[in-house]
């Protein structure tokens, strides 16, 4: 099965159950941790590593 690999704040929504604001701190929280530029995407394996959540619990959250 084809998934997206971009992870939006929608998908921390989904995924974590937080709030829009939450969501989007841990995206940013993530994109300091990993030294990435604010125009940079989190990737799945990235909310992975950063989070500790399985790969395959975080697929099914990734519809297109």
Same mark, same amino acid.
């Given at each position: 099965?084809?998934h997206?690999?971009? /992870?939006?704040?929608?998908? =921390? !929504?989904? /995924?974590?159950? @937080? !709030?829009?604001q %939450? %969501?989007?701190?841990?995206? @940013?929280?993530?994109?300091? $941790?990993?030294?990435?530029? *604010? $125009?940079?995407? =989190?990737?799945? $394996?990235?909310?992975?590593? =950063?989070?500790?959540i *399985? !790969? !395959?619990? =975080?697929? *099914?959250?990734?519809?297109?």
């Open positions: 099965m084809i997206r690999v971009v /992870i939006y704040a929608k998908d =921390v !929504e989904n /995924i974590t159950g @937080k !709030e829009n %939450a %969501a989007r701190r841990l995206l @940013k929280k993530i994109k300091k $941790q990993l030294g990435k530029a *604010p $125009q940079e995407f =989190v990737t799945m $394996q990235d909310f992975c590593l =950063v989070t500790g *399985p !790969e !395959e619990v =975080v697929v *099914p959250f990734l519809k297109y």
